[in-house]
Nanobody, 117 residues
Framework: VQLQASGGGLVQAGGSLRLSCAAS????????MSWYRQAPGKQRELVAA???????NYADSVKGRFTISRDNDNNTMYLQMNSLKPEDTAVYYC????????????WGQGTLVTVSS
């Protein structure tokens, strides 16, 4: 499975963006899909994850502002980002794995989100 992330761009603080992660094949067998981000000079961090059970989890820094979802019919995962802050500026990567737990098998190429103050 190949993942293609898109939807990044430049937005003012308080604005919104929706990121998409399109898979080259069916995502039904992908039990876990996630968004990570990496800001300049910082380590990559988990932003949000969604599981085949429907469960989701979020980093504390984005709770209440970001929403992760997946559309199995269109083989796409989304990250709706609202009330964006300058500290959300980063390259956002999507990732997926078949196993419910463990490391990620598949990674997208990243999409840049820049939030201006």
């Amino acid at each position: 499975v190949q993942l293609q992330a898109s939807g990044g761009g430049l937005v003012q603080a308080g604005g919104s963006l929706r990121l998409s992660c399109a898979a080259s094949g069916s995502i039904l067998r992908l039990n876990a899909m996630s968004w990570y981000r990496q800001a300049p000079g910082k380590q990559r961090e988990l932003v949000a994850a969604i599981f085949s059970s429907g469960n989701t989890n979020y980093a504390d820094s984005v709770k209440g502002r970001f929403t992760i979802s997946r559309d199995n019919d269109n083989n796409t995962m989304y990250l709706q980002m609202n009330s964006l802050k300058p500290e959300d500026t980063a390259v956002y990567y999507c990732a997926a794995r078949v196993a419910y737990y463990g490391g990620y098998n598949y990674w997208g190429q990243g999409t840049l989100v820049t939030v201006s103050s």
